[in-house]
């Protein structure tokens, strides 16, 4: 079986991603933010390069090779990315990122609430998919429910299932919470929302690039993606819809592309995906997420999932041993992907990042996008290490060591 | 390009050494911590990016700062920076304070400071300017 990740994997994961050979005030760069931003392997930036030095042309229009060719390999990632979560390639709409996937659902979707409809989400959720149905239910006159947390942070599933009833129109979940690590039970949910009539949509930012994702499996309705969280561009993102969905959703933003026939006084729509794509997309950054997909699909899920859980649990270990350090979220591996966030008492987690800069120690201080779960958590902000394919061992020891340099800075 | 200065890179020299020894001591020790009663010079800011929190009260007598507390919850550098500054504000005149520049924030800090970091250092001066117009102002009330 697979061993803990160690510099020797580190130095492998170098060759293919060129940032990681860089040096931070002299240190070598331990990235641990990998929830906010991974780093990119070389042949995603080739393929990039690739297509602005080779094919660069627009796509669906030109009757040119040059086009062609653009459009070939536009829709060819298409197809990858369905094949990559079990999905069917008319059902993925490329956006660029994950918060269009979730705006163009609450404006899209959102139309068809009614005074007095129910729309539920979690007490974990990120600002991207809280604020646009908080804004939409506000409008419509409809209201916002919010699944509990227990105190080990994973969702109450026994209120839960008392919050989902006949007036819920929609269901609203982090697959994976980018504070606390958890892993939330979406085959269950999918089956309370349906049970309903209720339809439920997935925010995946933090699922795609740790474990494989799988439509069929899940059976949810919508799952949304970033690709710069799978070590693809930033600018891209992914909607996933069931077909005949997507049929009948009004689409979000007007243009070219999207659709079939324009007159002076109507427009009829495209059919999907690119009723969802209007104007020129981001083409480039589609034939990075391509390559992204093709990384990810030549290691093993297993490989990827068990080095991830490792690392995880001797990170909890280590910290669980700093007396100050105050950890958020569950303290055990199972359902839990490899976020961790905490605390040390009297030190801003701004101070904490600056301090862990000095040792070429990348983290993420604040509030992560989740005001409501920092007021739960009755903190103001958290540090947060996120682990990535390259990460190691050698990495954490890096930041319990930085965490006794704060300590002695701070408490001297 | 970026200015490698700016985003803080390079290691600290021995004399930001001191200076970021400075800020530890203030952040740990603020001086002037309190409040003023019905004051007419009185400013609250906040950082929503840190979450970092000031309140400044200041006494005015012939356009000189001859009073001068604060209060208030954060990061090291925002809290140490207003802590500094209370310091070098007391006797002075209201128009050189008002003069003050984020040039001089972080020359009395010292340290370089990343783009990131500069509004934690530079919420002193947004809440000093605030207070130095007059009357009781909360910019988040």
Known sequence: ?412 | MINKKQIGEGQLTEEQEIYRENILDHYKHPRNVGAIKNCLHQHRELNPLCGDELELFLEVENNKIVKVFFSGAGCAISQAAMSMLTEKIKGMGVEEAMKLQSEDIVDMLGIPIGVVRMKCALLCLKTLHGSLKGGSHDAYA
Not at chain 1, 48 to 58: D, L
Not at chain 1, 174 to 198: C, R, Y
């Open chain 1, 1 to 412: 079986m697979n061993k803990i990740a160690t510099l020797s994997d580190y130095e492998r994961a170098g060759k293919e991603f060129p940032e990681l050979r860089r040096l931070i005030h002299g240190h070598r760069l331990i990235y641990l933010d990998n929830a906010s931003t991974t780093q990119k392997p070389q042949s995603v930036i080739d393929a990039m390069t690739t297509y602005y030095e080779h094919s660069n042309a627009n796509i669906h229009r030109g009757v040119y090779q040059l086009s062609e060719e653009a459009t070939t390999a536009y829709e060819g990632v298409r197809q990858k990315v369905a094949d990559f979560i079990h999905a069917n390639s008319s059902e993925i709409i490329f956006t660029k990122g994950t918060t269009e996937s979730l705006n163009l659902l609450a404006y899209s979707l959102g139309k068809s609430l009614q005074k007095g409809d129910e729309v539920v989400l979690t007490h974990m959720e990120h600002h991207s998919s809280l604020v646009p149905w908080q804004q939409i239910a506000h409008e419509k006159g409809a209201l916002v429910r919010f699944i509990p947390l227990r105190d080990d942070g994973r969702l109450d599933m026994t209120v839960a299932k008392r919050l989902i009833t006949a007036n819920t129109k929609f269901v609203i979940v982090t697959h994976v919470s980018n504070v606390l690590g958890t892993i939330n039970p979406i085959k269950a949910l999918s089956v309370l929302a349906h049970a309903v009539g209720a339809k439920i949509i997935i925010d995946g930012a933090q699922a795609v690039a740790h474990f494989q994702v799988d439509m069929k499996e899940l059976d949810c309705d919508f799952y949304a993606f970033s690709a710069h969280k799978m070590y693809g561009p930033t600018g891209v993102g992914v909607l996933y819809g069931k077909k005949e969905l997507l049929e009948t959703l009004p689409p979000f933003l007007y243009g070219g592309s999207m659709i079939r026939e324009v007159t002076l006084d109507k427009t009829t729509w495209n059919d999907v995906p690119w009723k969802f794509e209007a104007g020129t997309p981001n083409i480039a950054g589609v034939i990075g997420l391509g390559a992204a997909v093709e990384y990810l699909q030549n290691k093993e899920w297993s490989m990827i999932q068990h080095q991830e859980q490792e690392l995880t649990a001797y990170a909890l270990e280590q910290l669980r041993a700093l007396k100050p350090v105050k950890i958020y979220g569950p303290l055990t591996t199972e359902e839990r992907g490899g976020v961790i966030s905490f605390t040390l008492q009297g030190v801003h987690s701004h101070d904490i990042a600056t301090l862990f800069d000095q040792r070429g120690i990348a983290v993420r201080g604040g509030h992560h996008c989740a005001m409501p779960l920092m007021k739960l958590l009755k903190t103001a902000g958290t540090t947060r290490l996120s682990f990535g394919i390259y990460n190691t061992k050698e990495d954490v020891d890096a930041v319990v060591d930085a965490i006794r340099y704060v300590i002695e800075v701070f408490h001297q």
